[in-house]
Nanobody
Framework: VQLVESGGGMVQPGGSLRLSCAAS????????MSWVRQAPGKGPEWVSS????????YYATSVEGRFTISRDNAKNTLYLQMNSLKPEDTAVYYC?????????WGKGTLVTVSS
């Protein structure tokens, strides 16, 4: 089982990034997927989730209206489009695959928002 995040980097406030999470080793389309982030020196924060078919999405209030979660089950890939980025969005972003009782995590990708 592998979840590999990519697309992180440094961006100025107000900028955009698109994160990807490539999944392998399990039936991606059967799993609800989420993004979770951890800022330096802080605990994990749930960001967004999407159901198996992609028709239902959920967002933390801190990112609603700025971030969009999506998935491509044909490509076994999860996405997070992040717009209007703020310095407080700086964190390592992890993708999570969840089908109780199984839960898989990637190693994360660092997003830094700074001028």
């Amino acid at each position: 089982v592998q979840l590999v995040e990519s697309g992180g980097g440094m961006v100025q406030p107000g900028g955009s990034l698109r994160l990807s999470c490539a999944a392998s080793g399990f039936t991606f389309s059967n799993y609800d997927m989420s993004w979770v982030r951890q800022a330096p020196g802080k605990g994990p924060e749930w960001v967004s989730s999407i159901n198996t078919a992609g028709g239902t999405t959920y967002y933390a209030t801190s990112v609603e209206g700025r971030f969009t979660i999506s998935r491509d089950n044909a490509k076994n890939t999860l996405y997070l489009q992040m717009n209007s980025l703020k310095p407080e969005d700086t964190a390592v972003y992890y993708c999570n695959a969840n089908l109780f009782p199984m839960s898989y995590w990637g190693k994360g990708t660092l997003v830094t928002v700074s001028s």
